[in-house]
């Protein structure tokens, strides 16, 4: 009830200013009423575009200066550099032509603004100039698309000619579960129509298959640091989609069929949380939060910087808080974690 008085009080008030400003306007007997602008109209309207063109320009350094702390640390995988690289040119030129088009832009609409008893020069035609204007971007197009194509082509190289490490990533509403390969790194074969929730099946493995019995199932993702990993995806529900942004690395996940991502992980999680932009972003974060603790606030814990999966599609309600972490160790230490790690076949034992 509330709400609904407090939109008609503003209607009301709207309604009242309307009135006024008419009011005003059939008061000023002397103005003006022409509808086309005069050359103080034009004058005025020039100097606008030069303010608007120092408003954006100002507006992009602030945000330069404000905000850059806020972008990713460096690229954790073998491919990420490349990406980084291409999308920090395509910024890079996209800014430039933003700048010197829009400085055109608005030196143009002042200097050649309209005056009574002037007429703008104008070229119905100029071939030379549409030859200009339509050739550069054709090769600084082509370029970017080929550069791109290339990268893409590298980035998607998925075999196994360099032994990696077979990891599926298996995505439900609203958790991610990892499926390892076991001993013989080969998953076994799995389906939805499998899963049974009474023997922790969860992910549907064909129990008859002989390369799902040392298959291990974690809510934790482990990657060894420097070796190969192909991801399988599978998803249970609806369309997810697999984002894992410190590695520069997103796939979908497709209900029904299986798609495929693979990098190479070059840094460990504990040498990423001696980056200086990582230790500034938790040295930030945890300011914030210590200022929460004080004052009796929920989720003000320290924090510690680790990788994270994220789900990248709006899968539904909790689509928010469907993450998993992601650790990246020594192949050692990666041994000593798969190791300790219960496989399929005892699972399935253990629930007899």
């Given at each position: ?9 503003l ?9 006024m ?9 002397k ?8 050359d ?7 100097y606008?575009?030069f303010?608007f ?8 350094i602030f ?20 990406y980084?690289?291409l ?17 055109l832009?608005?030196?143009f609409?002042?200097k050649?603004?309209?005056?009574k ?33 290339y ?11 360099d032994?990696?490490?077979?990891v ?7 958790n991610?579960t ?13 389906n ?22 040392d298959?291990?199932?974690?809510k ?14 599978r ?15 997103q796939m979908?996940c ?17 040498e990423m ?9 938790v040295k ?6 210590a ?7 929920a989720?003000s ?7 994270i999966l994220l789900?990248?599609?709006?899968c ?5 808080n469907?993450?998993?972490?992601i ?8 041994n ?10 005892q ?6």
């Amino acid at each position: 009830m509330t709400t609904l008085l407090t939109i008609f009080v503003l209607v009301l008030v709207a309604i009242a200013i309307w009135q006024m400003t008419k009011i005003f306007e059939l008061s000023q007997i002397k103005a003006d009423s022409s509808q086309v602008a005069n050359d103080k109209d034009n004058k005025y309207n020039g100097y606008l575009l030069f303010a608007f063109l120092i408003f954006i320009y100002a507006i992009t350094i602030f945000s330069f200066w404000k905000y850059s702390k806020f972008l990713l640390p460096q690229a954790a995988s073998e491919h990420g550099s490349e990406y980084d690289s291409l999308l920090l040119w395509s910024f890079v030129i996209i800014f430039i032509v933003q700048t010197i088009t829009q400085a055109l832009l608005h030196y143009f609409g002042y200097k050649y603004r309209g005056e009574k008893g002037k007429k703008a020069l104008f070229y119905a035609d100029n071939d030379r100039l549409e030859f200009i204007w339509t050739i550069i971007p054709v090769v600084v197009l082509a370029g970017l698309i080929l550069w791109g194509l290339y990268t893409w082509t590298n980035i998607m190289d998925i075999n196994e000619d360099d032994d990696p490490l077979i990891v599926e990533l298996y995505a439900q509403q609203f958790n991610w579960t990892a499926r390892y390969g076991g001993g013989d790194n080969v998953l076994g074969g799995a389906n939805v129509r499998m899963i049974d929730i009474d023997r922790a099946n969860v992910l549907g493995l064909d129990e008859s298959d002989p390369y799902a019995n040392d298959d291990v199932i974690v809510k934790e993702l482990h990657l060894p640091v420097g070796r190969k990993v192909n991801f399988k995806f599978r998803s249970q529900d609806v369309l997810h989609s697999a984002y894992m942004p410190h590695f520069r690395a997103q796939m979908n996940c497709v209900p029904g069929m299986i798609t495929e991502f693979s990098f190479t992980p070059s840094i460990t999680t504990e040498e990423m949380r001696l980056n200086p932009d990582v230790a500034d972003k938790v040295k930030r974060t945890n300011a914030i939060r210590a200022e929460k603790a004080a004052n009796g606030e929920a989720n003000s814990d320290p924090w510690e910087f680790d990788y994270i999966l994220l789900c990248n599609k709006i899968c539904g309600k909790s689509h928010y808080n469907m993450q998993m972490k992601i650790i990246v160790e020594t192949e050692e230490e990666y041994n000593a974690w798969m190791e300790s790690q219960q496989t399929f076949s005892q699972l399935m034992t253990s629930m007899q």
